[in-house]
């Protein structure tokens, strides 16, 4: 079936410093992918998403590019800051299904 | 923010006790979910739902059950509380638009359940 692996964390960062999560994916069909934002004591919120191969996903200056010859969408940030500290999600949905499948989650810690 | 709602936010029960969990949206949105959130376990599909009085079971479905009786509330009953019940429950909505792969997720705030 589906599944989504994402590297184990904690990451910890200095600020300014540049960010990579890898997450890798399998799937039969021709999912969406996406990355969630979990902050401390909060819901899952959308970060990024893309649809289709070679699709770039972005937004507040994180970036992740789908693709599908290493079946990976690993999240980047070229400059990370204290207020980005949080757990990160990847995750799929395929395309017909009802579900979307996460990864475990990788907390990043971001120290001033 | 998608108006997700889900009460109550803590609870703390004893073990057999029956709990129930309440998910609200006023987005007018198909599908709703709940998941548990445990260390180590990620984010785990207890039960769904794809329109009034249509539900499905997930991964984790044993010990809850679930009612849609109205398109804007999700109900998540634990009929008989147990240790490891102990949890943050995620309520979730998505649109359910035709294919459904572009469909995004919001998440209400949690439910932090302990039984003990």
């Known amino acids: 079936g589906d599944s989504v692996t994402q590297m184990e964390g904690p990451v910890t960062l200095s600020e300014e410093a540049f960010l990579t999560i890898n997450c890798t994916y399998t799937a039969t069909g021709y999912p969406s992918l996406f990355w969630y934002v979990q902050y401390p004591g909060e819901g899952l919120q959308l970060l990024l998403k893309?649809?289709?191969?070679?699709d770039k996903g972005s937004n507040k200056g994180f970036e992740a590019t789908y693709r599908k010859e290493t079946t990976s969408f690993h999240l980047e940030k070229g400059s990370v800051q204290v207020s980005d500290s949080a757990v990160y999600f990847c995750?799929?949905?395929?395309?017909?299904?009802?579900?979307?499948?996460f990864g475990a989650g990788t907390r990043l810690f971001v120290k001033a | 923010d998608a108006g997700i709602t889900q009460s109550p936010r803590h609870k703390v029960t004893e073990t057999g006790t029956p709990v129930t969990l309440r998910c609200h949206q006023t987005e007018n949105h198909r599908y709703m979910y709940w998941y548990r959130q445990d260390p180590g376990h990620g984010l785990r599909l207890i039960h769904y739902?794809?329109?009034?009085?249509?539900?499905d079971k997930g991964e984790v479905s044993d010990g809850y059950s679930v009612s849609r009786s109205k398109t804007e509330d999700f109900l998540l009953t634990l009929e008989s509380a147990t240790s490891s019940q102990t949890s943050v429950y995620f309520c979730?909505?998505?649109?359910?638009?035709?294919?459904?792969?572009?469909?995004?997720?919001?998440f209400g705030p949690g439910t932090r359940l302990t039984v003990l």
């Open positions: 979730a909505i998505s649109e359910g638009r035709m294919g459904g792969a572009q469909d995004t997720q919001y």
């Open positions: 739902s794809y329109g009034v009085k249509d539900t």
């Open positions: 995750a799929l949905k395929d395309t017909g299904g009802f579900k979307t499948i």
């Open positions: 893309a649809t289709k191969a070679d």
